[in-house]
């Protein structure tokens, strides 16, 4: 069981690079590092310098987005590579926290109809649902995901510090 915080930081609305202000509008690179031993931190770059090879140390994911109005409300779409994404990254990562991240993450998956539930095995104490994403063929082996026994309102801190974190609603 988790404390109900996955430590990742949010946007600065500043390129990590440079030093400059992302103006609201402007394309930019968002990547997702690793912070200590569990935690991410959001880190974005300014296209040129990401463009010129500029990379963060410890970089675990990264997608393209373009900086929000102030006002601006959270987009209702996120592009769904960005969530695959991340969820395949996280596989084989047994951090309590990033297992947690990516139950939620498969949970979210499921809802927008990426990841279909097959059912579940309990092994030794550990129960795991296993999954198909969508298209794949009923011979494709299943995807194994980790049910970490989060509560309710664990989930539901994950899934607002996701969508923080990659400023959209989930």
């Given at each position: 069981m ?93 951090q ?22 097959l ?29 970490p ?22």
């Amino acid at each position: 069981m988790i404390d109900g915080r996955y430590p990742v930081t949010r946007s600065s609305g500043r390129c990590a690079a440079r030093d400059i202000e992302l103006l609201p509008g402007t394309s930019c690179v968002a990547t997702l590092c690793q912070d200590g031993e569990e935690g991410l931190k959001r880190l974005d770059y300014s296209t040129e310098a990401w463009d010129e090879g500029t990379r963060p140390e410890g970089l675990f994911s990264f997608w393209r987005t373009v900086v929000p109005e102030a006002d601006a409300k959270p987009r209702q779409l996120i592009d769904e590579t960005v969530l695959l994404t991340i969820f395949e990254q996280l596989a084989g990562d047994d951090q309590p926290r990033k297992v947690s991240l990516r139950f939620v993450l498969a949970l979210i998956l499921m809802r927008k109809r990426l990841l279909r539930f097959l059912g579940r095995i309990e092994e030794e104490g550990v129960v795991v649902w296993q999954m198909r994403p969508k298209g794949a063929t009923p011979e494709s082996p299943p995807i194994e995901v980790v049910d970490p026994g989060l509560g309710d309102d664990d989930v539901m801190s994950l899934s607002e510090q996701l969508s923080e974190v990659l400023e959209t609603d989930l």
